[in-house]
């Protein structure tokens, strides 16, 4: 192993029991060594996600062998390099989709899951950038193979997914249409480059979703709710439409016709990341890198940030991630 000089200990932020907000706590952990093709990252900052809340609430275990540590996604410094490692060297600046351990001081990742910074962003930008990416890479340009000049439907628009997806979808020749909860959303999400907002509070998005595309439908639906949104995705969805299920916070089960699956030629897939392999995830980095870093560069696209919290008061981005009211990342400052 190669590395700086290193502490002992870290501070990093644990979950006591599972239950709400308050059972985040600071404590003292020893300083993680990176294994066989590893890199210890020093970390800046950290993204704070709904897996976090899930893994909180001990609804959302660690895969085997991750940290028991929240936080899926850090930036900093890599502070050790673990045998076999051969793309980064010390102090080299990072961003990274982990399996777990980001609350924290200091983090391990697989080299392979680490991307370069994009020059001139804060490290603070760069953690709100992995997970995020790489879900809506693998779901939307992947599973749900959006093209060019196709319609896509993105369900909670001014989330950190949702404004992801509304940008990336713009940027690849996509009309994107965004669900959201308040005028204020609705406008952030027309500002991100979508066609059409539409407060699901005020408004049916099936109907409003017909009449922004003369009746065809969304090509790609991006759904985080499930719930009684499926039967009615199915209803918005064009002929040889794809839905995507990355979440399911209105409930896991619903009743629906599946006859308009078949009548429609719909495919309803769904997928969930921090489970899949290293190798898998390397894919989407390289695919990142190729595609999507370059439009971070020059700031065609970039992360909407909500607020940063220091690392200590993570209970207080949990509350706050779910209160709903949010547009765009919450972030933990580390340094």
């Not at 930008?125 to 693998?138: I, K, M």
């Not at 990336?168 to 999400?189: N, Q, R």
Request: hydrophobic share 45%; charged share 20%; glycine share 10%.
């Amino acid at each position: 192993m190669t590395s700086q000089s290193l502490p002992e200990t870290m501070t990093a932020v644990a979950i006591s029991e599972p239950g709400g907000p308050m059972v985040l706590k600071p404590e003292e952990r020893p300083v993680p060594k990176p294994g066989q093709g590893e890199i210890l990252i020093k970390v800046k900052a950290a993204g704070v996600n709904r897996p976090d809340v899930a893994q909180r609430k001990g609804i959302y275990p660690p895969p085997p062998g991750a940290s028991d540590l929240p936080g899926l996604e850090a930036a900093g410094e890599v502070a050790a390099i673990g045998p076999g490692v051969r793309r980064w060297r010390l102090g080299d600046q990072v961003t990274a989709l982990t399996p777990g351990g980001a609350y924290a001081e200091y983090c391990l990742v697989h080299e392979t899951n680490a991307l370069p910074i994009p020059q001139g962003f804060t490290f603070t930008e760069a953690a709100a950038l992995p997970e995020t990416f790489f879900t809506v890479w693998h779901n939307v340009f992947e599973r749900g193979a959006l093209k060019p000049g196709e319609t896509l439907l993105v369900h909670g628009g001014s989330s950190g997914i949702g404004t992801t997806a509304i940008q990336l979808g713009t940027a690849f020749g996509a009309a994107v249409i965004a669900t959201a909860g308040s005028a204020e959303k609705c406008e952030a999400c027309l500002k991100l480059g979508a066609r059409r907002a539409i407060n699901y509070r005020a408004e049916d998005f099936v109907l409003a979703v017909k009449e922004a595309t003369e009746g065809r439908g969304a090509d790609v639906i991006l759904d985080m709710v499930g719930g009684d949104y499926i039967e009615r995705n199915y209803a918005a969805a064009a002929m040889d439409g794809r839905i995507v299920q990355i979440a399911v916070l209105g409930g896991a089960s619903a009743k629906t016709d599946f006859s308009k699956l078949m009548v429609k030629r719909l495919t309803h897939t769904g997928s969930t990341l921090r489970p899949r392999s290293i190798e898998f995830k390397a894919h989407i980095a390289a695919e990142l890198e190729a595609r999507v870093w370059p439009l971070l560069a020059t700031r065609k696209i970039a992360p909407v940030m909500d607020t940063i919290f220091p690392l200590r008061e993570a209970w207080r981005a949990h509350e706050r991630m779910e209160e709903s009211v949010h547009i765009g990342k919450i972030v933990l400052d580390v340094a």
